[in-house]
DNA sequence: TATTCATTCAACCTTTTGGTTGAATAATAC
DNA sequence: GTATTATTCAACCAAAAGGTTGAATGAATA
């Protein structure tokens, strides 16, 4: 029993995983059966299922079963909380560039690259 | 040692944590000490500072040493990298927007709440 | 009906996460 | 020079994450 885990820490938390950002991605071209969505991926189906599992937990994917099928489709709301909440920091950032002039930041920017 | 974690998953995971997404809210207002951003948090100041290192680490936050004082400010460009892979996907949601028309749509998303 | 197919459930394992406490380090202040 | 302050490091702990394998369930097929 948890508490209170908001949508967003679920929707963050589902797609930090690199396997679920890419069944995300996947699901844009359309529905898919479990076992067609986990071709493509080098672990076991279980594997796979347990990663729709989170997804469907944070809202991100729907399930509509079809006899033994069940077929999988995106659901955009999680991703677009996640684009609102991040989108906040649009005006921090753009702020700093006006502040310092786009080429201070370009630099700043080149050198943060390098030393990660 | 870790194979291959992607600046993406570094950045996901460290904003899954509604803690340190306060401590990125906390840090657009300007730099701030490791002492002085942990106050209004019921933590140890150790977990604080744990949780300063994953942003670190994500490259969400910079430290700049002074003395004994470390001073964090907040970076810009990983919430640019979340902000760019979670907007692909307005096109798809837009899109289904186009295709089943505003109205049902809106009806959809009512479902789609109630039954979270 | 017996078999195969699609999927989940359950148990297990290892690594990571998020927190704690106590000690170490290093700079400042008295 | 001793105490205090700012911060990390290290060890520990419980819970969660991400994978595995094997069994269970339930629908389709031969």
Do not use: C
């Not at 997804?55 to 509509?64: D, T």
Request: aromatic share 6%; proline share 3%; charged share 30%.
């Amino acid at each position: 029993m948890n508490i209170a885990v908001s949508n967003l820490d679920l929707a963050f938390a589902a797609l930090a995983d690199p396997t679920r950002r890419r069944i995300v991605a996947r699901l844009t071209r359309g529905e898919l059966r479990v076992t067609d969505l986990a071709l493509p991926f080098a672990m076991s189906l279980n594997a796979v299922s347990k990663h729709v599992k989170v997804l469907e937990g944070a809202g991100l994917v729907r399930r509509r079963r079809e006899g033994r099928e069940h077929y999988l489709r995106l659901r955009a709301a999680p991703l677009r909380e996640v684009a609102r909440w991040t989108s906040q920091y649009e005006r921090f950032w753009i702020q700093r560039l006006d502040a310092l002039g786009a080429f201070l930041e370009q630099q700043q920017e080149n050198d943060d690259e390098g030393s990660q």
